[in-house]
């Protein structure tokens, strides 16, 4: 199968080794030298383009099947609606109007779709239930990747990523100094990412799958365990109100604050994936280690 990975970046050149390491034929889109330069060094094809310039995806072969993987470059909700939604948009009907067009579009998402469940869990049949004005980009853009492509007679996708860590973004320092606040993480390695990906385009037809682990996780008890393996004292808690009284938090720090829910892996489990990283513990072992080595 060839592949187009439009927004090749962290996920995006993991996705490209793991088809390619299956027999796949990936092509990694970009926009800029050093991104093409990083999709040539993991092993497969670049091609300069832009998902919001539509004469520039004239460059990308035919394929059978598209990964729109890009980022907005930017926080702001106009930011992400210029890529999530009308980029989206243009990809999808550039390879759409194709006489050889792909079987198949998947779209990477977000689980800031669901908004706050207050501590409880959410699966693929939740309703999305997006609290500020970029996760509404992003439940419109989760629509448009649902049905736009049937317009062309596309099968679409939606893979719907948890938090992403892994290696260059382990973030570990940040959980175990300062201090923590209370809420659920529902975390994912970017192998398992990309992985899930990978599993979607060969392995099932679920319109829609939550990509998450085995076990979403209270902040301070992840970063009481982070801090007990690296052997270091456990860090201070702080109160979501205690928290919030900053003036300087970001509008995505607040959305994060006042937001929680723990979300399930049933389906993906029951589908038959098989996580290189069940859980936080296996995902943060080289972190970890590589930490103590340093002190």
């Not at 310039?53 to 460059?59: E, G, N, P, Y």
């Not at 690296?230 to 938090?249: I, M, N």
């Not at 937001?259 to 389906?267: D, G, P, W």
Request: net charge negative; proline share 3%; charged share 30%.
């Amino acid at each position: 199968m060839r592949v187009a990975i439009l927004g090749c970046g962290y996920v995006g050149l993991e996705l490209g080794r793991q088809l390619a390491a299956a027999g796949h034929e990936p092509i990694g889109v970009r926009r800029s030298d050093d991104g093409l330069a990083a999709i040539r060094d993991a092993g497969f094809d670049a091609v300069r383009a832009d998902v919001t310039d539509a004469a520039s995806l004239d460059r990308v072969p035919d394929v059978d099947a598209v990964v729109f993987a890009a980022s907005s470059g930017g926080r702001d909700a106009a930011a992400a609606r210029r890529v999530y939604v009308e980029g989206l948009r243009t990809a999808i009907d550039a390879f759409g109007e194709r006489e050889a067009s792909p079987s198949q579009f998947v779209y990477t998402s977000s689980t800031g779709v669901y908004g706050d469940h207050g501590g409880d869990w959410v699966d693929e049949d939740t309703a999305l239930g997006p609290t500020t004005e970029k996760t509404d980009v992003l439940a419109e853009a989760e629509r448009v990747a649902r049905e736009r492509p049937a317009e062309h007679g596309m099968a679409g996708r939606v893979v719907r990523f948890a938090g992403l860590y892994g290696p260059e973004r382990s973030r570990l320092e940040r959980y175990i100094t300062g201090s923590v606040v209370e809420g659920y993480l529902n975390m994912l390695h970017r192998d398992d990412a990309a992985g899930i990906v990978r599993f979607a385009l060969t392995e099932t037809d679920e319109p829609v799958v939550l990509a998450v682990d085995d076990e979403p996780v209270d902040r301070r008890d992840f970063a009481d365990w982070l801090a007990d393996a690296c052997g270091v004292e456990r860090p201070a808690k702080l109160t979501r109100d205690e928290r919030l009284a900053d003036d300087s938090l970001s509008e995505a720090a607040r959305r994060r604050l006042t937001t929680s829910k723990r979300c399930s892996n049933a389906r993906l489990r029951d589908l038959g994936y098989e996580y290189a990283y069940p859980t936080f513990r296996e995902g943060y072992a080289d972190a970890v280690r590589a930490y103590r080595a340093g002190r």
